[in-house]
T-cell receptor, first 115, second 112 residues
Framework: AQTVTQSQPEMSVQEAETVTLSCTYD???????LFWYKQPPSRQMILVIR??????QNATENRFSVNFQKAAKSFSLKISDSQLGDTAMYFC????????????FGTGTRLQVTL | EAQVTQNPRYLITVTGKKLTVTCSQN?????MSWYRQDPGLGLRQIYY???????DKGDVPEGYKVSRKEKRNFPLILESPSPNQTSLYFC???????????FGSGTRLTVV
């Protein structure tokens, strides 16, 4: 079974600075998908970014980018120019194609953006 | 507006009293799932459905039931709730899971 590990329960960053959230996963498969979801205090789950394992190019969405290291099974999220609205819980998730689209989540990293 | 609608947002109930949490999506998605979120455990899949009348167990199905009689609806049923089912529940849907899921706003359930 696939597992997803987020080793940083909590992190803090100052506004306008850059922060990187770590995620590692375990799988023997070659083709899969990786996601980062954001959960602000409103508790809504919001898809931040998505990566396809067969694509070597790292995904980017505005201030959010990933560092995908397939051999190391690492999928970190970098937030540039942090804003107060980035304060949230961030979850890394893994999905195998053809498995009824089950998302396997990590335990989350709580990010606090301060002034 | 494309969305997944869950009801209720908050629910307090007593042990053993049957309850249903409703979930509806207006995006014509084939895939739907239920997750529960607990502190320190992340989100875990309870049940999922690939289409009408097609459902299967996720990682933590004990004590739950689901049905998918219509494409848009995927209710979660707790026949005899127990305190260990106190949790935050999310319904989610996707047209093709690899593009990610759209989540509902969550249901905070407390069983006393």
């Amino acid at each position: 079974a696939q597992t997803v590990t987020q080793s940083q329960p909590e992190m803090s960053v100052q506004e306008a600075e850059t922060v990187t959230l770590s995620c590692t996963y375990d799988t023997s498969e070659n083709n899969y998908y990786l996601f980062w979801y954001k959960q602000p205090p409103s508790r809504q789950m919001i898809l931040v970014i998505r990566q396809e394992a067969y694509k070597q190019q790292n995904a980017t969405e505005n201030r959010f980018s990933v560092n995908f290291q397939k051999a190391a099974k690492s999928f970190s999220l970098k937030i540039s120019d942090s804003q107060l609205g980035d304060t949230a819980m961030y979850f890394c998730a893994f999905m195998m194609p053809g498995t009824a689209s089950k998302l396997t989540f990590g335990t989350g990293t709580r990010l606090q953006v301060t002034l | 507006e494309a969305q997944v609608t869950q009801n209720p947002r908050y629910l307090i109930t007593v042990t053993g009293k049957k309850l249903t949490v409703t979930c509806s999506q207006n995006m014509n998605h084939e895939y739907m799932s239920w997750y529960r979120q607990d502190p320190g455990l992340g989100l875990r899949q309870i049940y999922y459905s690939m289409n009408v009348e097609v459902t299967d167990k996720g990682d933590v199905p004990e004590g739950y039931k689901v049905s998918r009689k219509e494409k848009r609806n995927f209710p979660l049923i707790l026949e005899s709730p127990s305190p260990n089912q106190t949790s935050l529940y999310f319904c989610a849907s996707s047209s093709q899971g690899s593009y990610g899921y759209t989540f509902g706003s969550g249901t905070r359930l407390t069983v006393v």
